[in-house]
């Protein structure tokens, strides 16, 4: 069974850039969350979606969004990149909304010069 | 607002010893508390996990220690190897949901 898929693993953006990030959740799976790591702030909640509605936000600016398609994939955004959104996004598959258990993904790992 | 503490942030363990972190929370909301290890370059990937209405949860040589009252759990690795050397995150979530608030992180190294 394959696991958590992002896309791309790797990517460089200067300040200023967007960015969308992929992920395609375990099969069967239609809960996507996204979180965000980084070494000051470690792992922040950024979104949930769940059958193509976002469930729950976390406290991030609105230059972040995501969306879930029909097939439970789900992209993330983030516009007009700044220095500090340097991080790796993770992102999360789970069965349903309340099931308390998720799978991540290895993360993108975003950098901003 | 940091509403999950994980102490301590780094921790070294010899071979066959006993790991212990600890997590302190203040949303007595929260209902549900797993456990994650992350290896460097991977995703965090579940551990164990476990709800409030019992005080301990065991699997296999790793069991997790719940106080309700005082709003604190921990984990415990037993015999502990170099393998298990990785960076462990308490988490805790309402109604089992998927909007997980994470400890900041043990760095936990085991020296053969």
């Known amino acids: 069974k394959a696991g958590v898929t992002q896309t791309p693993r790797y990517l460089i953006k200067t300040r200023g850039q967007q960015v969308t990030l992929s992920c395609s959740p375990i099969?069967?799976?239609?809960?996507v969350s996204w979180y965000q790591q980084t070494p000051g702030q470690g792992l922040q909640f950024l979104f949930e979606?769940?059958?193509?509605?976002?469930?729950n936000k976390g406290n991030f600016p609105g230059r972040f969004s995501g969306r879930q398609f029909s097939n439970s994939r789900s992209e993330m955004n983030v516009s007009t990149l700044e220095l500090g959104d340097s991080a790796l996004y993770l992102c999360?598959?789970?069965?349903?909304?309340?099931?308390?258990?998720?799978?991540f993904g290895e993360g993108s790992r975003l950098t901003v010069l | 607002q940091q509403q999950v503490k994980q102490s301590p942030q780094s921790l070294i363990v010899q071979k066959g010893g006993i790991s212990i972190i600890n997590c302190a929370y203040e949303?007595?909301?929260?209902?549900?508390f797993p456990w994650y290890q992350q290896f460097p370059g991977k995703g965090p990937a579940l551990l164990i996990a476990?709800?409030?209405?019992?005080s301990e949860k065991k699997e296999g040589r790793f069991t997790i220690s719940f106080n309700k009252s005082a709003k604190q759990f921990s984990l415990h690795i037993m015999d502990s190897q170099p393998g298990d050397s990785a960076t462990y995150f308490c988490?805790?979530?309402?109604?089992?949901?998927?909007?997980?608030?994470f400890g900041g992180g043990t760095r936990l190294m085991v020296k053969p």
């Open positions: 999360a598959s789970g069965r349903g909304p309340n099931t308390g258990e998720l799978f």
């Open positions: 099969s069967g799976h239609r809960s």
């Open positions: 979606y769940f059958s193509e509605t976002q469930r």
């Open positions: 949303n007595t909301a929260f209902d549900y």
């Open positions: 476990i709800r409030p209405d019992v």
């Open positions: 988490a805790a979530s309402e109604g089992r949901g998927n909007m997980l608030t």
